[in-house]
C-alpha cells in the first residue's frame, strides 16, 4: 500500500513548508496563490507535487488534492500541522492492520490552550452522533472507497464559501451515509498549531444561521429537529432565537 499527504496551504514562495511540517512521505501540496502551475520534484527520498493554483477556497484545495492524487491512502493536512517522525507509516500500517475501515481520524494535541483539539482515548466507531469534533487535518482515507461512491468536499461550506465552516462535518457524514467504514483512533501522529480560527467571529446571527445550512446538507429533511435536539441539551433563554436563525440557514440551502 501506498500514502500521500494531502497539504492545503496559501501564499507560499519556496517548498520550506515541507521541513517545517516534519513532511517525510509523498505529498501533493495545493498553494493557493496568484499563478498557475505544478511542479513536482524529490524531497527527502519522497514523490511531490506541489500545485499553485488561483482558485479560492478551502473546498476547492481539498478537492483539487483529491483529484491530483494516486496513493491507497490519503492524509489530509493543515499547514500548521506537525507530524511526529514515522507519522505516515504509522497512518499506513494503522490501514493495513484494518482492511475494514475506509476512513479514520487520529489524534493530533493542539499546541493552543485556548483551542484544544478532543483526543480519543479509545478507539470507536464514528456515527452521526459522535463524528461533529474532527478536523480534516485528523483525517486519512482510502482513496478507491471516496471515489467510488463520489465523494468529495462541499464548495458550500469552509474557508471561501458561502457558509463559513462545516465541510469537514459534511464530508465525514457523507462517508458514514454513503455505507463507509468510520472509525476514531487513539493513535497519536504530530501536534496541530491551531493559532487562530480563519472563519470564527463570534456567535452571531452569521454563525447560526451557517449551523442551520450545515445540518441541512447533513441530514436534509430532517436538519429541523436535529436542530432542535442539538440545541435542547443546554436550553437558555436565547435558544429559541438561536433556533429561528438555525431554522432561516437550513430553509436556504434546501430551497436551492
Not at 517548498?15 to 495545493?30: E, G, Q, R, W
Not at 493557493?32 to 502551475?37: A, L
Not at 482492511?99 to 499546541?111: C, H, I, K, W
Not at 470564527?200 to 435536539?229: C, E, S, W
Amino acid at each position: 500500500m501506498t500514502l500521500q499527504i494531502l497539504v492545503s496551504t496559501m501564499f507560499r514562495n519556496d517548498y520550506s513548508l515541507l521541513d517545517k511540517m516534519n513532511i517525510h512521505a509523498d505529498a501533493v501540496v495545493v498553494n493557493q496563490c496568484e499563478e498557475n502551475s505544478v511542479k513536482r520534484f524529490e524531497h527527502k527520498g519522497h514523490s511531490i507535487t506541489w500545485i499553485n493554483s488561483d482558485l479560492r477556497g478551502v473546498g476547492k484545495s481539498r478537492n483539487t488534492a483529491i483529484l491530483a492524487s494516486s496513493a491507497d491512502v490519503l492524509l489530509f493536512a493543515d499547514d500548521d500541522v506537525v507530524y511526529d517522525d514515522g507519522a505516515a507509516d504509522k497512518v499506513l500500517a494503522y490501514f493495513e492492520s484494518n482492511p475494514q475501515t475506509d476512513l479514520a481520524v487520529f489524534n493530533l494535541p493542539s499546541l493552543n490552550p485556548e483551542r484544544p483539539e478532543p483526543l480519543v482515548g479509545k478507539p470507536y466507531k464514528l456515527r452521526y452522533r459522535n463524528c461533529l469534533k474532527f478536523g480534516a487535518f485528523r483525517i486519512a482515507v482510502r482513496r478507491e472507497s471516496i471515489l467510488k461512491k463520489n465523494i468529495f468536499y462541499s464548495l458550500l461550506f469552509g474557508g471561501g464559501a458561502p457558509h463559513k465552516a462545516g465541510e469537514d462535518n459534511l464530508f465525514i457524514t457523507n462517508c458514514i451515509q454513503r455505507g463507509l467504514n468510520c472509525f476514531a483512533s487513539d493513535m497519536q501522529i504530530g501536534t496541530v498549531a491551531q493559532e487562530q480560527s480563519t472563519w470564527f467571529t463570534g456567535y452571531d446571527n452569521k454563525y447560526y444561521f451557517d449551523r442551520g445550512a450545515l445540518f441541512a446538507a447533513m441530514y436534509g429533511r430532517l436538519a429541523k429537529p436535529m436542530l432542535v435536539l442539538f440545541e435542547i441539551r443546554k436550553p437558555d433563554k436565547a435558544m429559541l432565537s438561536r433556533l429561528k436563525t438555525q431554522f432561516k440557514g437550513a430553509s436556504s440551502l434546501s430551497s436551492r
